[in-house]
């Protein structure tokens, strides 16, 4: 990615095992030790599900999604 480039990422937790994984917060730790630098965070709930996502395993559903925003140093 260029400099100043932007990357946005969509991402909700994963649970394993019973215990929720917080992937977003994981994901924007490695960005930012890579060179990215976030800019805007926020959280979607998911509130209408027309379809449900094939999970391999379970039926679980995402409940929220965190929406980053990082730009390239």
Partial sequence: MREGGKLVIVCGDNLVGGLS???WKLLNQLLEARGFALFDR???K???RNLPPKRK???GL???E???AFSKR
Avoid: A, Y
């Fill in 42 to 44: 926020f959280g979607d």
């Fill in 62 to 64: 995402i409940k929220r």
């Fill in 46 to 48: 998911i509130e209408c």
């Fill in 57 to 59: 395993g379970h039926k």
């Fill in 66 to 68: 965190i929406i980053s």
């Fill in 21 to 23: 994984i917080p992937t």
